[in-house]
């Protein structure tokens, strides 16, 4: 089985990028409504090409991860965080994810972190089966942080030292 190719995303990304991101949209890590058209551009000023970096599989996309400073101080630089991870249905089970957030650890270190930090809904299993399994864990839970679909789910914080 062939092994994910991880790169930096290049502005040419975009549309299957966003692709990827509306195909997978679910309660099960969404927060936000269900995207609907005219669809905005995956790359904008919040969330530049230079956070991202993508999967490959087959030659085809198949993930990308985000990593971001989330609080813009001097004396925080040292953090930063997932703020987005997808991996297409197709893909998964075949270590894409994991490779992401390897890819992820690499990357924050070599950007000079100390610390890596993500959040994940309470209800999403398989995702914080995967965090825990490399490295990362539980610092904090937000209780019912957000209603999805009729029912208040936790909002976990994790983090990890590099």
Known sequence: MPEPYIR???ADDDE???LLDRSLWSTLHAVTPRPEPPYPPFFDERHP???FLVAELDGRVTGYIRLAQ???L???AHVLSIQGFAVAEEARGRGVGRALIRAAVAEARER???RLTLRVLGHNAPARRLYESEGFAVEGVLPGEFLLDGSYVDDV???RSL
């Open 8 to 10: 930096l995303a290049v």
């Open 16 to 18: 299957r990028l966003a």
């Open 49 to 51: 090409v230079g956070e």
């Open 70 to 72: 989330t609080i813009p």
């Open 74 to 76: 001097a004396s925080h």
């Open 112 to 114: 000079g972190a100390r």
């Open 157 to 159: 914080c994790m983090g």
